[in-house]
């Protein structure tokens, strides 16, 4: 049986959905977001918003490398501002000066690209399977935003800590000062 993201849309789970964290929270471990920030260090707006900022994983490395961040989430995890939905967030001009960097709950991975680009960021990277595209129901979205570059990580992610690092993700990156490219990045030293 599928089940239904909050938006009551029926959404692919496989395995046995009782033992997926709650609200399917990952916190994401450091070297992806090093590594697409290493990538993007010179075309990236010096203030970067991350909001579905969880514990604060990604945010933190965003700022130790000189950006300011500005960290929210809906569910307060004792990191940022808690109870701020991001799809319910309005256009303001202050969002077309920052850039957005975040790793959206990969159920709501649509609707957050869609309200981003609505939202009008010059600069949006988005952590993604990287078999997200490989879907017909995305084929409109792609033609409605296409990304600019997409980069495939060179290592699995390990998202629990487990050791049993079984993720293939990528980064997708979309904006005016992003050069066209598929170059995979590799896992920062």
């Not at 992806?32 to 933190?60: F, N, W």
Request: net charge positive.
């Amino acid at each position: 049986m599928a089940r239904k993201n909050n938006l009551g849309v029926a959404v692919a789970g496989g395995g046995d959905q009782s033992k997926r964290s709650e609200h399917d929270f990952y916190g994401t471990p450091p070297e992806p977001t090093t590594a697409v920030l290493q990538h993007y260090i010179d075309v990236i707006p010096r203030v970067v918003a991350e909001l579905s900022c969880g514990k604060g994983h990604m945010s933190r490395v965003i700022a130790a490398h000189g950006f300011t961040v500005l960290s929210s989430d809906r569910f307060h995890r004792g990191y940022g501002w808690g109870g701020i939905d991001f799809l319910t967030l309005p256009e303001i001009p202050a969002w077309r000066k920052m850039g957005l960097i975040m790793n959206p709950p990969f159920y709501l991975a649509d609707e957050f690209i869609a309200h981003a680009h609505r939202l009008g960021f010059p600069f949006i990277a988005m952590y993604l399977k990287a078999t997200y595209w490989n879907a017909a129901k995305r084929y409109k979205l792609w033609e409605k935003c296409p990304p600019k570059a997409c980069h495939p990580l060179t290592w699995r992610v390990d998202f629990t800590g487990g050791g049993a690092a079984t993720m293939d993700c990528q980064w997708c990156v979309w904006g005016d000062s992003v050069t066209p490219s598929n170059e995979p990045l590799r896992r920062p030293a």
